[in-house]
């Protein structure tokens, strides 16, 4: 009678937060959540917008951006599996201080954002998760944001590369030239150049937005320290990290 139960569970614990939940808990939550399917390229909210629904994503991908005068951006965050869009509603806040674009397309579990706020008033374990989450989010924004005044692109590619070959558990995956250059909030040539340099070292090939790390410990070592910073405030909620 409930054998349909156990495979939609499995979908949801796609996502390391949900799968950390009490089984009771998450069993409270399940006839809120809804599994969908999300582009690459589709933004998911801008800065201002009201938070209306909060994704878990599962195999997805989604960068945040910070946004200045509608045209300037800089990725602030980058949430995979380990992590959700939304979880300032743990905060308080009713709107978005971000843009959410679809880095790479996939499936996520996704809540009305008036349950999940019902859901976190009274259950302790989805505070913890939630609160631990944002904190982490935070260390990796703050650090970013350093990162980008001091450090050099080259490094500063490094570090996104790497950031993002954790997030995925994968050596090969796909951005463009202008994603890249959004993401780092630096003009499309900056990126080219910088990654013809990393590409000349032997660290990536990367050829029509097709990046493949070549030798991830070398990468590492061109990366700035920022890479680890982060690394380590992700490893704190579960990310994955490859080694």
């Known amino acids: 009678m409930n054998s349909a139960a156990p495979p939609v569970v499995a979908e949801h614990n796609a996502n390391l937060l949900l799968a950390s939940l009490p089984p009771q808990e998450m ?9 969908v399917k999300v582009d690459v390229g589709a933004v998911l909210c801008e800065p201002g917008d009201i938070i209306r629904h909060i994704y878990f994503p599962h195999d997805c991908l989604i960068s945040l951006m910070a946004v200045a005068e509608g045209r300037m951006t800089l990725e602030v965050g980058l949430v995979g599996r380990e992590g959700m869009l939304g979880a300032t509603v743990a905060l308080g806040h009713e709107t978005t201080q971000v843009r959410a674009v679809v880095q ?12 999940l ?14 609160y631990r989450y944002t904190d ?20 500063r590619l ?3 590369l790497l950031v993002t070959r954790d997030r995925l ?26 990654a013809s340099a990393l590409q000349q070292q032997g660290l990536i090939n990367y050829s029509r937005g ?3 790390i070549l030798d991830p410990e ?8 920022c890479y680890e910073i982060v690394r380590e405030a992700g490893a704190g909620v579960g990310a994955p990290v490859l080694a």
Do not use: W
């Not at 069993?27 to 599994?35: C, S």
């Not at 790479?104 to 349950?115: E, L, P, V």
């Not at 706020?117 to 259950?123: D, H, T, V, Y």
């Open 27 to 35: 069993a409270r939550m399940l006839p809120a959540l809804d599994q």
């Open 104 to 115: 790479r397309a996939g499936n996520a579990s996704r809540i009305d954002a008036d349950r």
């Open 117 to 130: 706020r019902i859901e976190f008033a009274r259950n302790p374990a989805l505070q913890r998760v939630l």
């Open 136 to 155: 982490a989010l935070l260390a990796q924004a703050i650090q970013i944001a350093v990162c980008s005044r001091y450090h050099v692109l080259e490094a």
């Open 158 to 160: 490094a570090r996104s």
């Open 169 to 194: 558990q994968s050596d090969k995956f796909h951005l463009t030239h202008e994603f890249l250059a959004h993401a780092l909030g630096v003009r499309r040539v900056g990126v080219t150049k910088a």
């Open 210 to 212: 097709n990046i493949e």
């Open 218 to 225: 070398r990468l590492a070592a061109a990366a700035c320290t």
